[in-house]
């Protein structure tokens, strides 16, 4: 019998991201399942995962910016790229595109290159109005109220439902001043 290779830490790291990733992408399947159990409603279930992913959104937000160094944003168009390669890249582990700039500067797309949330999925015909992934808007939506950001999060494209590409429009809505709760350099 040959001897087994040994593997190097990088390789045993990797396996385990792997499998973590894979847990987490079940899990986050179970849930929607449960919930379009309970609820019935697709449009019911659209809104608890967006409000899910809001009360996520609200705590994540502190690890994001003790974890990311990342200081205020000069105005939204930094936020979305900060949004897009720093907190997708540190809670999904893919990055976004920022695309469909309105004039203003205050309408954006988040297009999701990778999106380990829909691993292992395929939706049923009686999900057709589901909102898959709407515990992403939730976050990002929750996460921003926090920065004293309000916004409207929308899906405009979702692969689930036959389009090109998962497409979350971030809007912002109003921008309250406030004290910054955390000290910059
Ligand atoms: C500022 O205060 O101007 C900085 C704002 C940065 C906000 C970044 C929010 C990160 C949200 C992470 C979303 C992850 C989705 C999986």
Redesign the pocket.
Known sequence: MAPLAPRTGDAIFANVERVNAELFTLTYGAIVRQLLTDLEEVEEVNKELDQMGYNI?VR??DE??AK?N?????DFK??AN??AK???K???GVTASVTNWDAEGTTCSLVLEDNPLVDFVELPDTCQGLHYCNI?SG??RG??EM???KTEVAWVRDMLHGDDAYELQVKLVKQVPEE?P?KED
Do not use: D, K, P, W
Not at 70 to 74: E, F, H, M, P
């Open positions: 959104g994540l937000i994001f910016l990311s990342v200081s205020r944003c000069v930094e936020t900060v949004i720093v907190g997708f540190m809670f999904l992403l976050v990002i996460a921003l920065v004293s950001m910054y955390y």
